[in-house]
């Protein structure tokens, strides 16, 4: 494995912050088929790491692990003092409140409109709020992603770059401490990619959120990535931030940077 | 002895949809209960059912009606049209065609929507917000349908019994007071109360397949239009078998 550290330059700033999720040992296969093999991850308070990789290198599925929709087969995943694995269903939504979660397809309510689609995990937490503050919860999460005429809009709609705002908006809605993005420039065009993650960046700097984002986008990883994890064949491969693993000689990594 | 993989692939369905309908049962009566979400389904698959169920009722009943006239012309008993019609009306054609044009329309529609749920990871989304995917969508549609399948198959019935009443006026003139005394002559609860309740069954093996289908839907949007179609195919097939078994315990119990 390549470690910035081994390299002799150490991540100062990422051993300083406080660890809010720690991911440790992490193992899981699909019948013989092995996607995550002791696989290990912190992340910081306040920080941005991006995790690289290849189509089919395991990226969704550790995403999908830490929140709790797939159940590893052997290791931990610790937020907020609580092992995710672990968990009963009450026990993990009262975790899931804290951890936002922007899925690949935007994953939009397609029978709600964008108002409904955003109160939606304000009502299933059983958040006790007043209408009109739920109301400006709503205007305030669409103003951050520059949606807020689209309020009473279905998601059919909007283009691609909209619903991804409008999914990045209902993540938001819950200010979480957080946010778990899956491929968030997967489907559109070089320009609004690039869009999605400097709101990304600037939502992070508002929120003072962690997170983590997987991506096989560099463009991405340049922008919005205070540490990059390479994941080769369910492995951690390598990791350090992007100026240090771009100027790697190893072949598995310089495949990314080329 | 080697066993084909048409036969395992069978059995695996059979006990994929029996463990969903288990877990239905066990997700049913624990809480939280999602009684708004319930409502709205039975407005969805009740209520939008009804002019669809209400037309091809209306149809089957006159033109059963005209299909028997001439047949029983021939043997001397027109009077007996109206019985006749009202007998297979309520016992059978009524529960089972209903039910078929249910699975036609409701077990598709769940079919396709849960199939587009799935593939657009709307499901994961619900679980992530904190709700179980399982009670939102597959609770209430079950639910929903095997409570207002009986509703529509007793409008069905009355609509039908309408329309082989205007049938059977087409060539001939009987009161509407005539008509139903010798239908409702004829009728015992015997007949009306088996068919009733057969109905909440079909109800049942509609939704439940249909959640089944599109709760497991994969290969994309392809899986979709799959989904949608084998929940009508494979509800179709278990409507029959379970009036098949439905007739046999009446005639067991003496019902008839």
């Known amino acids: 494995m390549i470690m ?25 296969s699909f019948g013989k088929q092995e996607v995550l093999i002791d696989f290990n991850l912190v992340l910081g308070k306040g920080e ?40 009963d269903r009450d026990e993990l939504d009262k975790i899931r409140a804290k951890v936002g979660f922007l899925f690949q397809s935007n994953a939009l309510y397609d029978s709600m409109t964008v108002r409904q689609n955003l109160e939606f995990p304000l009502r299933r937490h059983w958040i006790q709020m007043e209408q009109p503050e739920v109301d ?19 998601p059919s709609e909007l283009s691609g770059g909209m619903r991804k705002r409008i999914a990045l908006a209902r993540t938001l809605i819950l200010k979480p401490e957080i946010i778990l993005y899956d491929e968030p420039t997967t489907g559109l065009d070089p320009v609004t990619g690039k869009e999605i993650i400097q709101l990304i960046v600037a939502i992070q700097r508002k929120y003072k959120s962690s997170s983590l984002i997987i991506s096989h986008d560099m463009t991405c990883v340049r922008l919005a990535a205070d540490r990059v994890v ?29 | 002895m080697a066993v084909s993989a048409n036969t395992i692939a069978f059995l695996r369905e059979t006990g994929g949809i029996s463990a969903f309908a288990g877990r239905f049962f066990k997700e049913l009566f624990r809480p939280r209960y999602e009684v708004a979400e319930f409502v709205r389904q039975c407005f969805v698959i009740g209520y939008r059912s009804f002019p669809l ?14 299909q028997l006239r001439p047949s029983l012309i021939e043997y001397g008993v027109e009077s007996q049209l109206p019985a006749m019609v009202g007998i297979a009306i309520v016992r059978e054609i009524g529960p089972v065609i209903t039910a078929l044009i249910f699975a036609g329309k409701i077990g598709s529609s769940i079919g396709a929507e849960l199939g587009s749920m799935k593939v657009t ?37 009355a609509i039908s019994l309408y329309g082989s009443y205007l049938g059977v006026n087409i060539h001939g003139v009987t009161s509407f007071h005539l008509f139903y005394t010798q239908v409702f002559h004829v009728l015992a609860f015997s007949d009306v109360l088996p068919a009733f309740f057969k109905s909440f069954f079909f109800g049942f093996a509609v939704a439940i397949i249909g959640c089944y289908k599109g709760y497991f839907s994969n290969k994309g949007t392809e ?14 097939i278990v409507i029959f078998i379970i009036d098949l078994v439905a007739v046999q315990i009446t005639d067991v119990f003496n019902l008839n």
């Open chain 1, 4 to 28: 910035q550290e081994e390299a002799g330059i150490s991540i100062k700033q990422t051993k300083r912050l406080l660890e809010i999720m720690a991911v440790k040992h992490l193992y899981k």
């Open chain 1, 48 to 87: 941005n790491v991006v995790v690289l990789g290849k189509s089919g290198s395991g990226k969704s599925v550790l995403i999908k692990c830490i929140i709790g929709l797939l159940e590893p087969d052997k290791g931990s995943i610790e937020m907020f003092g609580k092992n995710i694995p672990d968990l």
């Open chain 1, 136 to 154: 400006k919860l709503v205007l305030e999460a669409l103003t951050d992603v520059g949606l807020a005429h689209t309020v009473d809009k279905m």
């Open chain 1, 230 to 258: 390479i994941l080769v064949d369910g492995r951690c491969y390598a990791e350090g931030t992007f100026e240090f693993l771009q100027t790697s000689n190893d072949p598995k990594v310089k495949q990314f940077f080329e």
């Open chain 2, 53 to 66: 169920i209400g037309l091809t009722g209306f149809i089957m009943g006159l033109v059963l009606t005209m």
């Open chain 2, 121 to 157: 990871e709307q499901i994961d989304a619900m679980e992530v917000s904190g709700t179980n995917p399982f009670k939102y969508l597959v609770v209430t549609r079950v639910l929903a349908a095997t409570l207002m399948l009986p509703v529509l198959v007793l409008l069905s019935d």
């Open chain 2, 223 to 236: 899986g979709v239009g799959q989904s949608a179609n084998s929940a009508v195919v494979v509800a179709s």
